[in-house]
């Protein structure tokens, strides 16, 4: 049985930053499904989806579950920020909503 070492949210990209370290021959059907997804839907590199994480929970008051599901999503409008962020039943300001954006498009265009 595999050891647990440490547990920790991640996005998609840091996902599939792991998995291209390993060589895919040495996968098992599940970790090749997941690398096939994650190279198909990660919207960003590791490092910069990284950053983004950091800069939403920071400066906006996210958790660290909702800074990585901002960033799995990557919205590029208000109004799909807000329609994503319904769900977490929590109100967000809109100033925060545009400095969310505002994070979203510095880094996934830098």
Do not use: H
């Not at 990209?13 to 839907?41: C, E, G, H, N, P």
Request: glycine fraction near 2%; aromatic fraction near 6%.
């Amino acid at each position: 049985m595999t050891e647990t070492i440490k547990k920790e949210i991640i996005t998609t990209a840091q996902v599939k930053d792991i998995l291209d370290s390993v060589k895919a021959d040495d996968m098992d059907q599940i970790q090749r499904w997941t690398s096939d997804y994650v190279t198909k839907f990660a919207k960003t590199d590791a490092k910069a989806a990284a950053k983004m994480v950091k800069q939403l929970v920071d400066q906006c008051d996210l958790t660290q579950e909702e800074a990585v599901e901002v960033v799995n999503v990557m919205p590029t409008t208000l109004e799909e920020l807000r329609a994503f962020t319904f769900g977490w039943k929590k109100l967000i300001l809109t100033e925060t909503l545009e400095k969310m954006l505002s994070i979203l498009k510095s880094e996934s265009q830098g």
